[in-house]
């Protein structure tokens, strides 16, 4: 068991793992770790100093220096800083994940920001999401939550949140884009996509945010109500 309460959420892209989290963190009162930003931020630095995706040195020694700050803003939401620049939308294109995804393939990279990950975990408590948080980074986490939809629903939800923003994509393109990620995540040598064994498995496709955010919660409270006893 780990010192302070742990919620895991993992699951592929567009499952709403960073809603899910952001909402029950706030309920909480606890903190986030959104792993993927700091596998998107490798990527982003990456590009900046021109090294390539699968130059795991030199890709190492980025995440291991990764000067990155999250700022959380008054209104909601958090800024994300690099080397003091404000990426906060950079690290959120269709192409910074696709990126991310292939620097994630790395053990290097996976290595150098493992106890960064783990430094989140303060008290009173962390809501971790992202691939391998209930598997790798906290597998004494005391509540796992592994979320999926159909590439289909997650590809219509991005789709939806990018025509909202005037980005000019197509569902077919995005529902391709979903499934090679998914591919890659999945098959990757290095803490491959996969349900914790201790993980709850919620199907997102047919549920709405509250439904998922009021399953979440009662796994929590469930954990917290044995703990107590
Ligand atoms: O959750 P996200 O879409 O921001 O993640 C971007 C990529 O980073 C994702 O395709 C795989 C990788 N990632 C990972 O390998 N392990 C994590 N814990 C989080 C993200």
């Known amino acids: 068991m780990t010192k302070f309460p742990v919620l895991t959420i993992d699951g592929p892209a567009g499952s709403g793992k960073g809603t899910i989290a952001e909402y029950v963190a706030q309920k909480l009162g606890w903190h986030i770790l959104d792993s993927g930003a700091l596998y998107r931020l490798v990527a982003v630095a990456a590009q900046k100093k021109n090294i390539g995706l699968d130059n795991d040195v030199a890709l190492s020694e980025l995440a291991e220096n990764l000067d990155a700050v999250f700022l959380p803003c008054e209104g909601g939401g958090v800024e994300v800083?690099?080397?003091?620049?404000?990426v906060t939308h950079a690290i959120r294109t269709e192409e910074c994940g696709c990126s991310?995804?292939?620097?994630?393939?790395?053990?290097?990279?996976?290595?150098?920001?493992l106890q960064r990950q783990r430094n989140y975990l303060v008290a009173p408590g962390l809501v971790a999401d992202g691939r391998d948080m209930g598997?790798?980074?906290?597998?004494?986490?005391?509540t796992k939550v592994f979320l999926t939809a159909s590439?289909?629903?997650r590809a219509k939800r991005r789709f939806n949140q990018l025509n909202e923003k005037g980005v000019d994509v197509t569902l077919a393109g995005l529902i391709l884009e979903i499934q090679k990620r998914d591919i890659r995540d999945i098959n990757r040598s290095e803490s491959p996509l996969v349900a914790a064994f201790d993980a709850v498995t919620i199907d997102t496709s047919e549920?709405?945010?509250?439904q998922v955010v009021a399953q979440v919660?009662?796994?929590?409270?469930?954990v917290s109500e044995k703990n107590t006893m």
């Open 217 to 222: 919660l009662s796994l929590v409270a469930d």
């Open 207 to 210: 549920l709405s945010i509250e």
């Open 81 to 86: 800083c690099l080397d003091g620049d404000d």
């Open 151 to 153: 590439a289909e629903e």
């Open 100 to 113: 991310a995804s292939q620097v994630a393939t790395n053990a290097g990279v996976r290595k150098a920001l």
């Open 135 to 142: 598997t790798v980074v906290f597998p004494d986490a005391a």
